[in-house]
């Protein structure tokens, strides 16, 4: 069992940016891939990044390609995504989650934090 809580959510202008941790508690963090997701309202859930167990292999979808960075830290069993350049339109819930096996936005995710919300004014 993994516990993921995800924090450093809020309002920001366009153009600015914010950085979102995913804290994770349990079994060993640095088993799982972990992905960031994201739901607008009206809108299905996206992905955005994933990074592999060790750190050392990172996947983004196209729309956020340049402007957000996946990391993480196995020592502190957190993940953090730094969002650059942000716009309106990456205004949503964003929820970290990881999966043992699986890998990319096809994964399974087997657990999922509750998100924290993301608001990007014009």
């Known amino acids: 069992q993994v516990q993921l809580l995800e924090s450093g959510g809020g309002l920001v202008q366009a153009g600015g940016s914010l950085r979102l941790s995913c804290a994770a508690s349990?079994?060993?963090?640095?088993?799982?891939?972990v992905g960031w997701f994201r739901q607008a309202p009206g809108k299905e859930r996206e992905f955005v990044a994933v990074?592999?167990?060790?750190?050392?292999?990172?996947y983004y979808a196209d729309s956020v390609k340049g402007r957000f960075t996946i990391s993480r830290d196995n020592a502190k069993d957190t993940v953090s995504l730094q969002m650059n350049s942000l716009k309106p339109d990456d205004t949503a819930v964003y929820y970290c989650?990881?999966?043992?096996?699986?890998?990319?936005?096809?994964?399974?995710?087997?657990?999922w934090g509750q998100g924290t919300q993301v608001t990007v004014s014009s």
């Open positions: 989650a990881a999966d043992r096996g699986g890998w990319g936005p096809s994964a399974k995710y087997d657990y």
């Open positions: 349990g079994r060993t963090f640095s088993s799982y891939n």
């Open positions: 990074i592999s167990r060790s750190g050392s292999v990172t």
